[in-house]
């Protein structure tokens, strides 16, 4: 029984040893705790799994053409021009101060009628609003006095002349008639003169001195003809010749004017070309020239102003509209890429820009003015790169379809 139980021990030893063999690690002893982390063997990584890196992600802006696509495909450099820049300059319009009128009071006196409002037509000579004034009532009666002076010194010289004809005087005495005849003419005419100046029209004064009947008020009369636009007279008023009480402006020709910046204004001069665009009718756009630079800089907003004349034959503009004006500014060298190049992806303009053999990269660019066919291109290209000038529809179609996964 003895040597039975001794066989038994080796063979399960010889087992045991066996097993141990086979696994590559010593057999844990009797009654050893399995290691905490010890993996089964359902979850034990194998050396494929923990090498293998994750799946590769694809760059949506790369592309490569198809045989398809690349038949429409024209490649090609970005162009390099001489271009303006275009200085787009907040501006307005204003009534042209060459056909403006500032109407004011002939005198000191109180207004006692008002014939014109805002927006009237009026001719030269038309009247505006009547002013009562002691001055003109004196006035009136100097020129009475000198009229009738006048007349009493021609009776006299004509009476001195028969009388050097009968031999009743002698010559000196007639020359001391018309001499005093002369001094009288001379008094009337300023008489005249100062009532022209209060107001008074010729047919007024011609009246005055047929009749003797001394007016109560003097007109206000408009200076030129055209629109009132302003009126600053009021009844009852006390009025003096410095006061501003119409303005009358010819709106058929207005000035557009703008402020341009002062680091800017070397490149804007007389007769250069402009186009204004009038916000209010639409962006209407008309071209004209600059006819006045400022020769100063206004020290609070740091601009010099520019003007530009503009014809208004059927009274569409209106002073005080607001404006954009464009002007070209300074010469520089620019990229300049056809219009064909260019796609709109994403809100942005991009273009193709080749990186291999049928392969593309599409390129964010900030694209300026237009030249032609042309767009100038701010930002994104240096200009040595070669670009797709022509099917980068076809090209991006292609891109869209690729990452969409064939959609």
């Avoid at 010194?153 to 009968?166: G, H, I, K, S």
């Avoid at 991009?350 to 694209?367: D, I, Q, W, Y």
């Avoid at 670009?387 to 869209?400: D, Q, S, T, Y």
Wanted: overall charge neutral; glycine content about 8%; aromatic content about 2%.
């Amino acid at each position: 029984m003895k040597t039975e139980a001794l066989v038994r021990a080796n063979v399960a030893i010889l087992i045991a040893a066996t097993l141990a063999g086979c696994s590559g690690r010593e057999p844990a002893p009797s009654g050893a705790p399995a290691a905490a982390n010890a993996p089964t063997a359902g979850n034990a990584p194998t050396a494929r799994n923990a090498a293998a890196p994750g799946p590769a992600v694809a760059d949506p802006d790369l592309v490569e053409a198809s045989e398809g696509a690349a038949r429409y495909l024209e490649l090609g450099r970005p162009d390099q021009r001489i271009f303006r820049d275009t200085l787009r300059i907040p501006g307005r319009i204003e009534s042209n101060e060459n056909r403006t009128a500032r109407v004011g009071a002939p005198i000191t006196g109180r207004v006692t009628a008002i014939h014109a409002v805002v927006g009237q037509q009026v001719r030269m000579g038309d009247r505006l609003a009547e002013i009562s004034s002691p001055e003109l009532s004196a006035a009136q009666l100097a020129f009475l006095k000198a009229h009738s002076a006048e007349q009493l010194a021609q009776r006299a010289a004509e009476r001195a002349r028969l009388l050097l004809e009968a031999d009743v005087i002698g010559s000196a005495e007639l020359q001391r008639r018309e001499s005093e005849l002369s001094i009288a003419r001379a008094e009337t005419r300023a008489a005249r003169d100062q009532l022209r100046t209060l107001g008074l029209s010729g047919a007024a004064i011609d009246r005055l001195m047929t009749t003797g009947q001394i007016l109560a008020a003097a007109p206000i009369a408009a200076t030129k003809s055209g629109t009132v636009i302003a009126r600053h007279a009021a009844l009852g008023q006390v009025a003096a010749p410095s006061d501003h009480l119409f303005t009358i402006t010819d709106l058929r020709a207005l000035w557009a004017v703008a402020d341009v910046p002062e680091q800017e204004a070397r490149h804007v001069g007389v007769g250069q070309r402009v186009v204004l665009e009038v916000p209010a009718l639409g962006d209407r756009a008309v071209e004209g020239t600059i006819v006045q630079v400022s020769d100063l800089v206004d020290p609070e907003t740091r601009t010099v102003r520019v003007r530009m004349d503009l014809p208004n034959p059927d009274g569409e503009f209106k002073p005080a509209m607001l404006a954009m004006m464009r002007v070209a500014g300074e010469a520089r060298r620019q990229v300049v890429v056809p219009k064909a190049a260019l796609v709109r992806d994403g809100n942005r303009d991009r273009v193709f820009v080749a990186e291999g053999p049928n392969r593309f990269r599409l390129t964010p660019v900030t694209p300026g003015a237009e030249d032609g066919e042309h767009r100038v291109i701010l930002e994104g290209l240096r200009g040595d790169e070669t670009i797709v000038v022509a099917g980068a529809f076809h090209l991006n179609n292609e891109r869209r379809q690729l990452a969409t996964g064939g959609r």
